[in-house]
């Protein structure tokens, strides 16, 4: 009953090399998010899709891209990835059509750069 | 720009107890959305209660409850008969109306003493 996949739950990419991740979504919500967590912090709001529209936070670095090719599927791209970006990224999808507010979390994937 | 500021990092309970995690925050918006996320070890976040802001009554599920102070700008929740399952980090979070993304406190790390 998996409703928000994200693949794969851990990651390690060599520093500078380019890294996608993937997160699937069986909920059918319009709105898709990406948050960055480090360790002990809250998570922070990188970017999210309103349908096909990307929203960019503004204090998002530009080394982190993201696509949506359908309504189910989200990436997020991290071009050259430093130290620095060794995080855990949350996917989450909410629906703007409905009651429910709430944002729906998958189990997110651990980043480590090396 | 929203705030949420949680003023404990850390609490401690004995089993069956009750328990209350604060979290205030700032906003000029009238109307938006509060919620309390669950993020057990290693474990994806969950939903615990929502709140919104027009809703004077306060929200409950089962042993969570939440002390509303919209004037006060207070949100704190209260676990009732606290169990070893309800160990993890606890967030409040807040969003506006649409589907802008979830501003997050910096967590309130929940142990509960058997």
């Known amino acids: 009953d998996a409703m928000v996949i994200q693949n794969p739950r851990y990651q390690v990419t060599q520093f500078g090399k380019p890294v996608t991740l993937s997160c699937s979504q069986t909920?059918?919500?319009?709105?898709m998010y990406w948050y960055q967590q480090k360790s002990s912090q809250a998570p922070k709001l990188l970017f999210h899709?309103?349908?096909?529209?990307?929203?960019n936070e503004a204090d998002t670095p530009d080394n982190f891209q993201s696509r949506r090719p359908n309504t189910s599927f989200c990436f997020l791209d991290i071009r050259s990835p430093g130290l620095g970006d060794a995080a855990m990224y949350l996917c989450a999808t909410s629906s703007t059509g409905s009651m429910n507010t709430e944002a729906f979390f998958g189990q997110g994937t651990r980043l480590t750069v090396v | 720009a929203q705030t949420v500021t949680q003023s404990q990092p850390e609490m401690s309970v004995q089993e069956a107890e009750t328990v209350t995690l604060s979290c205030t925050y700032d906003?000029?918006?009238?109307?938006?959305?509060l919620f309390w996320y669950k993020q057990p070890p290693s474990r994806q976040m969950i939903l615990v209660i929502r709140?919104?802001?027009?809703?004077?009554q306060n929200a409950t599920e089962n042993r969570f409850s939440v002390n509303f102070q919209k004037a006060a700008k207070s949100f704190s929740l209260k676990i009732s008969d606290s169990q070893l399952g309800d160990a993890a980090m606890y967030f409040c979070a807040y969003r506006s109306r649409g589907a802008d993304g979830l501003t997050f406190g910096k967590g309130t790390h929940l142990i509960i003493q058997p």
């Open positions: 909920l059918n919500h319009n709105v």
């Open positions: 899709y309103y349908d096909k529209d990307f929203n």
């Open positions: 709140q919104e802001a027009y809703k004077q």
């Open positions: 906003t000029s918006e009238s109307d938006y959305y």
